[in-house]
């Protein structure tokens, strides 16, 4: 079995340089390749652009590397929740392509595939179809949208082995197995990395193949944007 | 009395029916999942991914690996189901959800909604609502009539910059409740206590009065 194993967050880093393209998963904080992040951060690269349903908030997720001035574009669907954020884009100094989220994950989707473009009513006849070719399909207006193309692709599973092969838990998953294997190089960090062998392919979400560099990651804050509880008193 | 918003999401929770897949936005529409009657089955999708979502967990049982589309903390039902966003958006996209329930800034009488964005001031993001509303069959807004400055929602046409063109079909307010029909908005009900003349006055675009208007329905 091919190994992908690399030794830390630091190896699995190797060649990311300023001015790349970086897709990320996540949603909100759910499922965010935190190890990577930090080390990004402390690589210091700049004039990224970063591809990620969400800009984390001021002081967790991609909110550390817009702190530090390191991200020039921001490709996202929702970027509310971070104060930093908007004043960066509001002042001119960060450049921001809000993008429907179905068409954010078909986009990363299409180019895990080697599918170049596809068609998506999302967004005809709002701002977002501005400058796009649309086609008519069954009577209803479609855009064209196109296939990602990016440098590095980081990802945050629950388990995933030597081998690659990756399992997402609950919503964690989101957008993390559609950006495997959907820029030229996929590093996936895990909470557990198990040897070649352990995980009952049955179970495993995104075979190895997609993924080139695999790292037990370490210290997973899961910080909690929005906790919501029943209590007792007022349960239902 | 106008209706508060557990009173508009109670009134929205009579148009979810049994067997219906439901996706609900943040604000009331969340709300809505309370009131649906117990005696039917509905499965609630939000588009982080998950079918099958439940109440929020009891304190100390949160997850944060389980989380709906506000980012709130949930739990997951019996049978309920976990995927990824390309193909919780095939699910949309692909019109097997059935019924969808969203907040919106402005509504114009042809059915084009406005929510993600005022220019210059606030730029949140879209967010799944653009792919909703391009899809969904069925899409029920979930809003006050008018905004915090006294000006109507419902408009002859949109201000802000558009989430989707045509495609609002019924509208539930604090006032009322509205269908988009032949570029008008066609008054069904009123809140109790509210008057015709009230909703006349709230409402900027084209409004139907029928002969009869009848008490919203408990």
């Known amino acids: 079995m091919i190994n992908k194993t690399v030794k830390n967050v630091a190896e699995a880093c190797t060649g990311v340089k300023s001015g790349m393209t970086l897709m990320l998963g996540g949603f909100g904080l759910c499922g965010i390749p935190e190890c990577a992040i930090s080390e990004l951060q402390r690589l210091g690269v700049d004039h990224l652009t970063c591809i990620s349903n969400n800009a984390g908030v001021d002081d967790f997720g991609l909110g550390l590397l817009l702190q530090t001035r390191q991200i020039k574009t921001m490709i996202a669907s929702y970027v509310g929740e971070n104060a930093e954020f908007e004043r960066q884009m509001l002042c001119g100094e960060l450049e921001v392509q809000l993008i429907p989220q179905g068409t954010l994950a078909q986009r990363c989707q299409a180019a895990q595939s080697g599918i170049p473009a596809f068609y998506t009513p999302a967004g005809y006849g709002t701002e977002v179809g501005e400058g796009k070719e649309s086609r008519e399909f069954n009577g209803k207006m479609h855009l064209l949208e196109h296939a990602f193309k990016a440098d590095f692709s980081f990802v945050k599973a629950w388990k995933g082995d030597t081998a690659g092969n990756l399992i997402f838990k609950g919503t964690a998953r989101n957008f993390n197995p559609n950006m495997c294997g959907a820029a030229k190089i996929t590093v996936a960090e895990v909470e557990e990395l198990v040897p070649v062998g352990t995980l009952d392919p049955n179970q495993i979400h995104i075979p190895g193949i997609f993924v080139q560099r695999i790292f037990q990651g370490t210290d997973y804050e899961k910080r909690i944007e929005q906790r919501t509880v029943r209590t007792k008193e007022h349960g239902a | ?218």
């Open chain 2, 1 to 218: 009395m106008a209706l508060n918003k557990y009173q508009i999401a109670e009134r929205i929770a009579q148009e979810v029916k049994d067997g219906y897949y439901v996706n609900l936005g943040i604000g009331i529409p969340t709300l809505v999942a309370n009131f649906v009657r117990e005696d039917i089955s509905v499965e609630f999708q939000s588009e982080n991914g998950i079918l099958g979502m439940g109440p929020f967990p009891w304190e100390g049982e949160e997850d944060a690996d389980l989380i709906n589309a506000g980012k709130q903390t949930i739990t997951a039902l019996p049978g309920a189901a976990f995927f990824d966003s390309a193909m919780s958006f095939s699910m949309i996209r692909g019109q097997h959800v059935d019924l969808t329930i969203l907040g919106a800034m402005e509504v114009a009488q042809n059915g084009d909604i406005a929510n993600w964005k005022i220019p210059g001031k606030m730029v949140k993001g879209m967010g799944g609502a653009m792919d909703l509303v391009a899809s969904a069959d069925r899409i029920i807004v979930a809003m006050t009539h008018t905004n915090k400055a006294g000006d109507s929602k419902l408009l002859s046409s949109c201000t802000l910059p558009l989430t989707g063109v045509g495609c609002v079909k019924k509208i539930v307010t604090d006032l009322a409740v509205l269908e988009v029909r032949d570029n008008a908005f066609y008054l069904l009900e009123r809140a109790p206590g509210v008057t015709v003349k009230e909703i006349q006055e709230a409402t900027q675009g084209s409004l139907v009065i029928p002969n009869e208007v009848l008490e919203m329905l408990k």
